[in-house]
């Protein structure tokens, strides 16, 4: 169940790692294939502009990033090495694996992860993390326990509104923001 916001905020203060699905997520959920000249089919994947803002924004703020999908796709590979994620796994059925693997890797405990999802495969990270952040098109068992939910869907802003949160409860988004400021 969504939490107040005081303790949302208190919860973001800690957090140095962000994970996130992709899928439903980063995306809007579409899965678009297209085929060449009878050639197996590619993914195509279709980004917003405000979340890849977003996550620059908390890469110069310092915080780690991680995408765990349960899809593969080169289009994702890119995007991924756009924005300079610490962590990029694919294809992974069980999620909740490598969140354990990441969080042991980087020496954190649980209240320093945030984790962004939108289907039952992302429930076992989002219910560990210290802030389990859900998108406003979420299915219903994963808006019930989620700590925040977004108000924007996933794939239109919601990851932007999930770090700006972040970074204001961390008092880094002033800082942010003044980078894009005229001197």
């Not at 405000?50 to 899809?71: C, P, T, V, W, Y």
């Not at 796994?89 to 909740?96: M, W």
């Not at 952040?133 to 996933?154: E, M, S």
Request: hydrophobic content about 45%; overall charge negative.
């Amino acid at each position: 169940m969504p939490l107040p916001l005081t303790e949302i905020e208190a919860r973001a203060r800690h957090i140095r790692l962000l994970l996130l699905d992709c899928d439903g997520v980063l995306t809007d959920g579409s899965v678009i294939y297209s085929v060449t000249d009878g050639h197996a089919a590619e993914t195509t994947k279709v980004f917003h502009i405000h979340d890849g803002q977003g996550l620059r924004l908390a890469r110069q703020a310092g915080l780690k990033l991680g995408l765990i999908s349960g899809r593969a796709s080169r289009a994702l590979e890119t995007r991924a090495r756009e924005l300079a994620f610490d962590y990029l796994y694919q294809n992974v059925a069980d999620k909740f694996s490598v969140y354990e693997q990441l969080r042991q890797a980087e020496q954190l405990t649980d209240e320093q992860i945030a984790y962004i999802g939108d289907d039952l495969p992302d429930l076992a990270p989002l219910l560990r993390a210290g802030l389990g952040i859900a998108v406003a098109d979420a299915v219903p068992d994963v808006l019930q326990r989620a700590h925040y939910v977004t108000a924007k869907p996933g794939g239109r802003g919601a990851v932007r509104e999930a770090v700006e949160l972040i970074l204001k409860a961390q008092n880094r988004w002033d800082a942010a923001v003044h980078g894009f400021l005229p001197t």
